[in-house]
């Protein structure tokens, strides 16, 4: 519990204070901040939390969860919306249809699964959180989730910005190359200035996270997104992670599966959205309810597992 109130206490006041901040300062902010962790904070971040994490054990069966959670959430989703027809004889239109399915489908494993992984569960179990989220979210958004868009949009304004989301992702090379830094060996000052500027990237990462937010004003498709919360934060998480330990996955590496399960639908689903010409409404509604409904299930899955 003393934990579960710590997190709250940094993670809602965090992201206040990049929410305050984002009303306050220019628009240009949030995007050069976004840039520069994406370029920048959070390839490093993940080279310096992979040399203390622990890759042993079973930790590439990570993306397959993930993978299971996705395509779990997307069939879900598809159920509710051909239920949704029977029983209220209202179809949604394709577009809708689209962002409802990646809503209920891909989740925010990085920006908010990595720093509640490394509060809850700690920096040892970090690499199965990233195993997750590199080999498992960030193909599941920008693979089976154009797949999706495609088959619900109508049309592509630029298939280049979507290639490039996955081929020139500095996170997935860092990925990479952190992998075989773990060899290296450094001296103490720097290995304290990489763990520390690391650190720096998790409170700046909810901070914009908040400053996102603060730009969210629509709640016109909230019944939608509510529906589709429910899907990504409560079904899909509560129905696999009742199925790990039949993977052998028991302990604190089920508590990092489940909660990068829970998360809230992830800010890919308002890129694919826009660049697709998908339900931008009920993207922008996911992102906004579902952060904040991850308030009241972060202890439930705590709890659980």
Not at 275 to 293: E, K
């Amino acid at each position: 519990m003393t934990n579960i109130l710590e997190l709250y206490v940094k993670l809602v006041g965090l992201v206040l204070v990049g929410f305050i901040l984002g009303r306050k300062l220019p628009s240009s902010v949030p995007t050069r901040l976004a840039q520069f962790l994406f370029w920048v904070g959070v390839p490093i971040g993940i080279v310096a939390f992979l040399r203390k994490a622990d890759l042993s054990g079973q930790i590439w069966i990570a993306p397959a969860i993930a993978y299971l959670a996705i395509l779990l959430g997307a069939f879900l989703a598809w159920l509710g919306i051909k239920g949704q027809a029977y029983f209220t004889n209202t179809i949604l239109t394709q577009p809708t249809q689209g962002s409802f399915i990646l809503a209920s489908m891909v989740g925010n494993t990085g920006y908010l699964g990595y720093p509640i992984t490394l509060a809850m569960v700690g920096q040892k179990y970090f690499a199965w959180a990233l195993f997750y989220d590199m080999l498992g979210s960030l193909f599941g958004a920008y693979a089976i989730g154009v797949a999706i868009a495609v088959r619900f949009g109508g049309g592509v304004k630029n298939y280049w910005q979507i290639t490039k989301a996955i081929v020139i992702n500095p996170a997935l090379w860092s990925f990479g190359f952190g992998l075989l830094f773990r060899q290296v060996t450094i001296p103490p000052a720097v290995e304290f200035f990489l763990d520390k500027f690391a650190w720096s990237t998790v409170a700046l990462s909810l901070m914009l996270i908040g400053m996102r937010l603060s730009n969210l004003k629509s709640w016109r498709s909230l019944p939608q997104a509510g529906m589709s919360i429910g899907i990504k934060m409560l079904l899909v998480p509560l129905i696999l992670g009742s199925m790990l330990p039949l993977f052998g996955i028991t302990g604190a590496t089920a508590q990092v599966m489940v909660l990068q399960m829970g998360m809230p639908p992830a800010f890919a689903t308002l890129v694919i959205a826009e660049s697709f010409n998908l339900d931008r409404d009920l993207a922008v509604t996911a992102l906004a309810a579902g952060s904040m409904v991850l308030l009241i299930t972060l202890p439930i899955w705590l709890w659980l597992f």
